[in-house]
């Protein structure tokens, strides 16, 4: 059977209730202003005898719960004071049982589904386009992404509560929800374009500031016309194109590219003052930009054929040298040279034989020349006698002057070699058998000397400089993995001139480079930048192995646009596939 709670007159008269007694102790009384404790109120499965009803003022707490079960008998009506139809607590049935008005079930929200003061909510009304257009408009001069063009998940946090705002200055209720479907899609598109343009270029902050800005007016040109998204030769998406590669062109340190900066900061002005939605604007920044930067195109072409020219020249002289090199070792190598001829050959001779191999190639005359005077004068160390010299002395000179010695020099290295021979010939009991062999042992480390010391050039020649000194950006590794998989060589291979790279610094900030010119000695590569500047010199192999380093990517597409759209659709297909399914 169903518990029953005592009647009020279990209490007795309330007026003999004394104070501070509690409920079901004779006399209890409460005082002013008694609230029942929280959770007081009928048991579960309390059914209350036909005719109950509480005392005045007597009812359920604030916050009172029904038990699972409970049904009040009829006729139960709740004691003054307690509020028909009233929210009770988050939790409670609409209304308490036997309240006028009957049982209201409560909806999701709170409200009550049927009952009594039941308002339904009005419906939010969607934006049409004229309004997202006004919304946009407004904000279109006023809005920026934060400090240094910053955007990602709380810069699209903050476009829509601009958006809300903008909307209630302008009469329109709903906030960002009232925009339809599309447009939301498309604000979020246009958002990441954004991020995927600014984040990790090496731009400064004012650039990235300038380039943000131009949000609102890109989130109309969508909405206007999505071929902005399918063609790369739509004005908008050219013009865009143009002011990333200004901005990567002219940074703040580079001042004789000053002119394009300020152009570009000018044509962002002036799409954010004037574009109303009419794509003709474009068109006309477009060329000015153009024009600008065409010029800096051909600049840049200028530097990057010097910088070929200078490094092919290296090239050819490392080559030239290494061969000269290998043909004097293997003469003298073995030999016991008096020390006046070994500084000649290994220095002047060998600066002037470099020189014109370089010039005259294998079978040049004076080529011919420069080996003929190698082997005479081996030939009169070997004899111990100096012959004919004065057939010997122009080419000496010859070969002095390219060093930048006068023809003096040549006098007084004929009279020392011939001095040299003559000592050597003569007897010299002080010598032991180990000396002589000794001498024999220093002479045949010659060739170490010459190959593995350019040094020793260096000292007594004076050797042309390159074009201009050059200190690369970027490092290869000391040591390339010989472990670097074949196939990524293989693309670095087959890449063509014009290629364009990412190069990541340490800092995370990205330089866009590409592959300017190949040497036909070495295959290895030049990467450039924008301006021409030579970034690295690097071979397939070492390339390969910087990309495994994480300091080097290829990149989808010479265009910022089209790169930008290729990093959201990596950045959509690695969000998917670590998302669970369902």
């Not at 866009?512 to 030579?534: E, H, K, L, V």
């Not at 300091?551 to 010479?558: K, V």
Request: charged share 20%; net charge negative; aromatic share 6%.
């Amino acid at each position: 059977s169903a518990r029953r709670a005592p009647g009020p007159e279990a209490y007795g008269p309330p007026a003999l209730w004394p104070q501070g007694a509690g409920p079901g102790q004779p006399g209890w009384n409460p005082g002013p202003g008694y609230a029942p404790a929280p959770g007081y109120g009928p048991p579960p499965g309390f059914v209350p005898a036909p005719g109950y009803g509480p005392a005045p003022g007597y009812g359920p707490p604030p916050g009172f719960v029904p038990g699972p079960g409970f049904v009040p008998g009829p006729g139960y009506v709740p004691g003054p004071g307690y509020p028909a139809g009233g929210d009770y607590g988050a939790g409670a049935p609409g209304g308490y049982p036997g309240m006028p008005g009957g049982f209201a079930p409560r909806a999701p929200g709170g409200m009550p589904a049927s009952g009594e003061g039941f308002v339904p909510p009005a419906p939010v009304v969607p934006w049409t386009q004229a309004d997202i257009f006004s919304i946009l408009s407004l904000m279109q001069g006023s809005y920026t992404a934060g400090p240094g063009g910053a955007v990602g998940a709380s810069s699209v946090g903050r476009l829509h509560e601009a958006i809300g705002a903008t909307a209630t200055q302008l009469g329109l209720a709903g906030g960002i929800q009232a925009m339809p479907g599309p447009a939301q899609d498309m604000l979020e598109l246009v958002s990441m374009l954004f991020e995927a343009l600014l984040d990790g270029r090496r731009l400064d902050e004012k650039a990235r500031t300038q380039l943000a800005r131009l949000i609102i007016p890109y989130v109309r040109v969508a909405m206007l016309d999505r071929r902005m998204f399918m063609q790369s030769s739509h004005p908008a998406r050219r013009v865009l194109n143009l002011l990333v590669e200004a901005f990567e062109i002219a940074g703040p340190d580079v001042p004789h590219f000053r002119s394009l900066r300020e152009l570009a900061m000018t044509v962002v002005d002036r799409v954010v003052e004037e574009f109303d939605d009419t794509l003709k604007l474009f068109e006309l920044l477009e060329d000015l930009l153009s024009t600008e930067i065409e010029a800096c195109r051909r600049r840049a072409e200028l530097a990057e054929r010097r910088a070929a020219d200078a490094q092919s020249g290296k090239e050819r002289r490392q080559v030239a040298r290494e061969s000269v090199s290998t043909i004097l070792s293997e003469a003298i190598v073995g030999m016991s040279l008096p020390s006046v001829l070994l500084d000649f050959l290994a220095g002047p001779w060998q600066h002037h034989h470099t020189v014109v191999l370089l010039r005259e190639g294998v079978l040049g005359e004076g080529v011919q020349l420069s080996r003929q005077l190698l082997d005479d004068l081996l030939e009169c160390n070997t004899s111990g006698a100096l012959h004919d010299a004065p057939r010997l002395r122009p080419t000496i000179v010859e070969a002095l002057a390219s060093s930048g010695q006068p023809g003096s020099a040549a006098d007084e290295l004929l009279v020392e070699f011939s001095l040299a021979l003559a000592v050597r010939q003569a007897p010299d009991h002080s010598r032991t058998p180990d000396e002589v062999v000794a001498e024999a042992i220093s002479a045949a480390r010659v060739e170490h000397v010459l190959v593995d010391s350019p040094q020793v050039i260096v000292e007594h020649t004076v050797l042309a400089p390159d074009a201009e000194p050059v200190e690369d950006s970027f490092l290869v590794s000391a040591l390339v993995n010989a472990e670097v998989p074949a196939e990524i060589v293989a693309r670095y291979v087959d890449f063509p001139i014009g290629t364009w790279l990412d190069f990541i610094a340490e800092d995370g900030r990205v330089t866009s480079a590409r592959i300017s010119w190949t040497s036909p000695i070495s295959g290895r590569r030049i990467i450039s930048n924008r301006r021409g500047q030579r970034m690295l010199v690097a071979s397939p192999e070492e390339l390969a192995e910087m990309e495994i380093e994480g300091r080097l990517r290829p990149r989808h597409s010479e265009s910022a646009f089209d790169q930008a759209l290729h990093t959201i659709a990596d950045r959509l297909q690695a969000s998917a596939t670590l998302s669970p399914p369902g």
